[in-house]
Every structure is written in structure tokens, then in C-alpha cells.
């Protein structure tokens, strides 16, 4: 079963017990893995279902339901600044083989990049192929990017009825380090937040203090805005996973 390939499947290509598998994932299947019709393959709803299936002619049909046991036992928001370039790719990609939950890409003061509308779904297929990749049941959510500011009070409004942490990544100072902050005992959910290349303004790092975050230093090397993100994730996942 582990060797079996992953496709993450919409909603709506399930009816009954059949796939209606897109052109894509027919090519993938069929032209670039070779799969045949009988063989068998991993189809995930990216919410927590998994099933065994089987192509059949260009579709495929579900056989039984097979229990997925890779998640984290916490939800880990990561809101990032984005960094200039392709940099984001390569977040969204590494976060999620690490177990994210939730990207929330914001726009801060030093933000260099605003991105055009069809990044969100490069994003968003990015987390699917390493959802698939990383054997996870769930495909992370990519929200739209926002200001810091929004993204700030959308965090702490969505935390009211949870058990939470929330800190903010801060380069220079004299802060915690992450790993003496976690508390991985009966958490429900951890959000973490990143800056971009030009580091968080002072204003930016008070308002999230101000609402709830705690500053946190993750070393006393400074990291790409890149390698940041990816950095705390692993810390977090060291803390929590059982
Ligand atoms: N230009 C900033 C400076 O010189 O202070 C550094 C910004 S760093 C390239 C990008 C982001 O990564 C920071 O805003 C912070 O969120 C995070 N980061 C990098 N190194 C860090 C560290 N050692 N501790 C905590 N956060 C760090």
C-alpha cells in the first residue's frame, strides 16, 4: 500500500464509487507512471479521506477506504511575508511535507513582491503534489494574501474557541528561542508568523505583540526569509509530533 502512487482528488470528480480523473491526472497516471488499467493508486480528498482505487479505462473506481495516519496532532498557521521571487513555491512545498495546516502569505511594510491572481493556484497545486508526495491526508490551505494587518486580525478572530499559541519571528533582539516557547502539551493550535527580506518594521512586530504574539528568535544566525519558515516548522513538528 505505502509504494502506491497519491492523486488528490476534488470533490467533484467523486460520484458514487467513481473518479472522473482530469486530463491531467489521466496523463500523469497513465503517460508518465504507466499505471494500467486494473492497477490500483491512492485517491485523497485532501480533507482526511483516502481511498484504494483502480483505473479503470480513463477513470477510476474507489475499492475500499484506507486510514491515512500522518498528520500533526496540532494545526500550525504559518502567515509569511511574502519573499521576492519564486520564493513562496518553495515554502508552500517544504511546509507541507513538514505538516502545515495553513499558509496565509501577507503583504508587510517591506513586502517587495505583490502577487498576480493566477499565483494563488500555482500555490495551491504546489501544496497538493507535496500533500501526494509527503503521503499526507490533508492538502493544506493557501489563503488569498492580505495585509499584515488583516492577516493579524483574521488570525485572532478564528482563535477565540481554541486552545493557542501565536508568535511572531523576529531576527535581531533579544527574544526567546522558539524551541523554550512550545508548549506541545494539550495545544490545539499554533500560529507562526515570518517576515520577509528586509525583516519586520518595529510597528509590525508591536501590533502583533499587541494582539497576542510573543517574539521569538530562532537561532543567532539570520536565515533567508525562505529558510525561515521552514526552520520554525520543523521546530514546532520536533515539539508536537508524537
Ligand atoms: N533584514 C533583516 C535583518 O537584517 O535583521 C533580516 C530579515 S530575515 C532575512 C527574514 C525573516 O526571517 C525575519 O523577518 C524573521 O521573521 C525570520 N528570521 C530570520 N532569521 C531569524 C532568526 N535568527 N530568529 C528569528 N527569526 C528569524
Redesign the pocket.
Known amino acids: 500500500m505505502s509504494q502506491l502512487q497519491r492523486i488528490a482528488i476534488a470533490p467533484s470528480q467523486l460520484q458514487q464509487q467513481q473518479i472522473f480523473l482530469t486530463k491531467e491526472q489521466q496523463h500523469y497516471l497513465g503517460r508518465v507512471l504507466r499505471l494500467r488499467e486494473g492497477d490500483r493508486f491512492i485517491a485523497m480528498d485532501g480533507k482526511g479521506k483516502s481511498w484504494l482505487a483502480q483505473l479503470t479505462g480513463e477513470q477510476a473506481q474507489l475499492l475500499e477506504s484506507i486510514s491515512v495516519e500522518t498528520e500533526l496532532p496540532v494545526s500550525i498557521t504559518l502567515m509569511v511575508a511574502l519573499p521576492k521571487g519564486n520564493g513562496f513555491d518553495e515554502i508552500v512545498r517544504c511546509c507541507t511535507e513538514l505538516g502545515v495546516t495553513c499558509i496565509a502569505p501577507v503583504l508587510s511594510d517591506r513586502t517587495l513582491l505583490h502577487p498576480s491572481p493566477q499565483k494563488l493556484e500555482r500555490w495551491r497545486r504546489i501544496a497538493a503534489e507535496a500533500a501526494e508526495q509527503s503521503e499526507r491526508s490533508f492538502v493544506p490551505t493557501i489563503l488569498e494574501p492580505v495585509t499584515f494587518s488583516t492577516g493579524l486580525s483574521s488570525a485572532i478572530s478564528n482563535l477565540s474557541l481554541v486552545n493557542s499559541q501565536q508568535y511572531i ?4 533582539g533579544e527574544f526567546p528561542h522558539l524551541k523554550d516557547c512550545l508548549q506541545h502539551q494539550g495545544q490545539e493550535k499554533i500560529v507562526i508568523a ?7 518594521t518595529t510597528q509590525e512586530v508591536e501590533n502583533a505583540i499587541g494582539v497576542g504574539f510573543q517574539p ?10 525562505v529558510t ?1 519558515p521552514v526552520v520554525a516548522l520543523s521546530l514546532i513538528t520536533a515539539a508536537c509530533e508524537v
Request: aromatic fraction near 4%; include cysteine.
Open positions: 519571528c523576529v531576527a535581531r515570518t517576515g520577509p527580506e528586509g525583516g519586520w521569538v528568535s530562532l537561532g543567532r544566525r539570520i536565515l533567508r526569509a525561515a
